[in-house]
């Protein structure tokens, strides 16, 4: 088993920034991709950003590209999602996900992970 606790969400005007951490306890050595979801009201959970612990690989989705930012850091067992210049539209919820079966690429899908940390809120008021 996994566990992943999600912290550093909050409010932000537009064009701010905020910084995500996802801490993982538990079997970690287990995990091979990392990813961040989210999902914003009356809308479907959708990938982020993703990170392959195996190829040190990482992976964003186009509306995040050159505004968002994941890392890892092995040693403290945390991902991070750097948000920078952010947009109304990026309000959600954002959830971290881990995979523990084998993978070399970093998976798109939400049934393609094994474990989910509760959430957590981040709101950019225009």
Do not use: H
């Not at 970690?28 to 479907?44: D, L, M, N, V």
């Not at 890392?71 to 996900?97: F, H, I, R, W």
């Amino acid at each position: 088993q996994v566990q992943l606790v999600e912290s550093g969400g909050g409010l932000v005007q537009a064009g701010g920034s905020l910084r995500l951490s996802c801490a993982a306890s538990g079997r970690t050595f287990s995990t091979y991709a990392t990813a961040w979801f989210r999902q914003a009201p009356g809308k479907e959970r959708e990938f982020v950003a993703g990170i392959n612990w195996g190829s040190s690989r990482t992976y964003g989705a186009d509306s995040v590209k050159g505004r968002f930012i994941i890392s890892g850091d092995n040693a403290k067992n945390t991902v991070y999602l750097q948000m920078n210049s952010l947009k109304p539209e990026d309000t959600a919820v954002y959830y971290c996900a881990a995979r523990d079966s084998y993978t070399v690429t970093i998976p798109l899908g939400i049934s393609e992970y094994d474990y989910w940390g509760q959430g957590t809120q981040v709101t950019v008021s225009s």
